[in-house]
């Protein structure tokens, strides 16, 4: 992990968490190559891949663009959440910042917090038809990553059984059960997500999702008698 004062190319308005126009910051940047991340926006969550931080902010590349969002969260490999403010975003990238300078070692240790080096997972709201032993039944899907997936299903599964998902967004999905606490099973999968792949599919469902809560939302806070 190096130390560094500028990214090659990047113009210095497009410090980690300052605006055009505002002064230098002096805390100290950490080139990183990849860090696969998430961000949190009102509960619905996007894919991210951190390319540098600092004790104040960060830079991430995006897979889509981050909706309006009153509240705004980044939720690395290993489980811990940092809240952040978006400060400015451009094509496929964006500054954030933290409201309190952070430990940029612990950030990005992934050796620690609450499940190291574990694949990030979306939760997502998404159904499909699961095809296991001749019977095609009706599932649900709790969270989703690039190895695998947690699912909910009326039928008992086995251990190791090998069963096929059909979504209607993603490829036909070939996977081993590899846990079970019924009706919840935790799947792997035989072909995994590229995390470009992964991310294509879910930011519109994510995107959809917030939009639908957003409307209903503001539905419900419209004055009576109001269009």
């Known amino acids: ?46 894919l991210c891949i951190i390319r540098d931080a600092s004790s104040s902010g960060l830079k991430i590349r995006l897979f889509c663009a981050l909706p309006p969002s009153r509240e705004l969260i980044l939720e690395m490999m290993t489980g811990d959440r940092y809240p952040v403010t978006l400060v400015w975003q451009k094509d496929d990238f964006a500054g954030l910042r933290f409201p309190e300078e952070i430990e940029v070692e612990k950030l990005l240790d992934e050796s620690r917090g609450l499940y190291p080096k574990r694949q990030v997972r979306l939760q997502i709201v998404l159904g499909g038809v699961l095809h296991s032993g001749g019977e095609a039944v009706p599932v649900a899907f709790r969270n989703l990553s690039q190895q695998g997936a947690c699912i909910e299903s009326e039928k008992w599964l086995l251990m190791n059984e090998l069963v096929r998902i059909d979504t209607g967004v993603t490829p036909p999905l070939y996977a081993k059960v590899r846990w079970r606490s019924h009706p919840r099973y935790g799947l792997i999968f035989e072909h995994t997500f590229r995390l470009e792949q992964l991310a294509n599919i879910s930011a519109p469902l994510q995107l959809a999702q917030l939009l639908e809560e957003q409307a209903a939302t503001g539905a419900l806070q419209r004055p009576a008698g109001e269009a």
């Open 1 to 46: 992990m190096a130390q560094e004062q500028q990214l090659p190319g990047e113009s210095r308005q497009e410090e980690i968490g300052a605006p055009p126009g505002s002064e230098l910051r002096s805390a100290p940047r950490y080139a990183v190559l990849i860090r696969t991340a998430k961000i949190i926006a009102d509960g619905r969550e996007f």
